[in-house]
Nanobody, 127 residues
Framework: QVQLVESGGGLVQAGGSLTLSCAAS?????????MGWFRQAPGKEREFVAA????????YYLDSVKGRFTISRDNAKNTLYLQMNSLKPEDTAVYYC???????????????????WGQGTQVTVSS
């Protein structure tokens, strides 16, 4: 079992920044699983935001967040991060981190391929 706990959400004005963290516990974090961030706005489906490989070398982003968001991980601290800059009102959503234990190298953009999820943290961007 893996427990994932997100933190760092909040209310921010458009153009501002937030850093989300996802603390993992329960199983070895560092070399066991790929990680991703997803978000869900009211009335919308959950969508992929960013993903990172086990070693942190390979990252993928939703087109609309490229250049503004950065995903990273610190395997020694069992923590995943999402640095969000130049936030826009359309970034408002509940953000979730997730862990993918599949043996493949490349991280996935598909939420169905993730095995464990956190409870989510709310990000609200005011205009």
């Amino acid at each position: 079992q893996v427990q994932l706990v997100e933190s760092g959400g909040g209310l921010v004005q458009a153009g501002g920044s937030l850093t989300l963290s996802c603390a993992a516990s329960g199983r070895t974090f560092s070399s066991r699983y790929k990680m991703g961030w997803f978000r869900q706005a009211p009335g919308k489906e959950r969508e992929f935001v960013a993903a990172i490989s086990r070693n942190g070398v390979t990252t993928y982003y939703l087109d609309s967040v490229k250049g503004r968001f950065t995903i990273s991980r610190d395997n020694a601290k069992n923590t995943l991060y999402l640095q969000m800059n130049s936030l826009k009102p359309e970034d408002t959503a509940v953000y979730y981190c997730a862990a993918d234990f599949r043996a493949t190298y490349y991280p996935s953009r598909e939420p169905t391929e993730y095995d464990y999820w956190g409870q989510g943290t709310q990000v609200t961007v005011s205009s």
